[in-house]
């Protein structure tokens, strides 16, 4: 059973850093492709970031170009969102997740607020 487990997430300063961590477990990820969405109170998740499992290939929200890195390490089974110069805006809580066939797996999600 696909389980996703992120971590990281806390309260930082408008210009502070966090690093986000979705441990992945349950079968190979080596076809998929992996992403960050976010959901702010009152309003929809939205895409952050992904990447392909099985190469270097990456996209971003337009919102977090320049700011944030997403990466992964295979070894470890975990992808990371290097979140860097963080803005109040940007306080939500952070999902990772994988889409499988018909099927898209979640993690519970972990809260970035970002005072000002």
């Known amino acids: 059973q696909v389980q996703l487990v992120e971590s990281g997430g806390g309260l930082v300063q408008a210009g502070g850093s966090l690093r986000l961590s979705c441990a992945a477990s349950?079968?190979?990820?080596?076809?998929?492709?992996m992403g960050w969405f976010r959901q702010a109170p009152e309003k929809e998740r939205e895409f952050v970031a992904s990447?392909?499992?099985?190469?270097?290939?990456?996209d971003y929200a337009d919102f977090v170009k320049g700011r944030f890195t997403i990466s992964r390490d295979t070894a470890k089974n975990t992808v990371y969102l290097q979140m860097n110069s963080l803005k109040p805006e940007d306080t939500a809580v952070y999902y990772c997740n994988v889409q499988i066939g018909l099927f898209s797996y979640w993690g519970q999600g972990t809260q970035v607020t970002v005072s000002s």
């Open positions: 349950g079968r190979s990820f080596r076809t998929y492709t």
């Open positions: 990447i392909k499992w099985n190469g270097d290939s990456t």
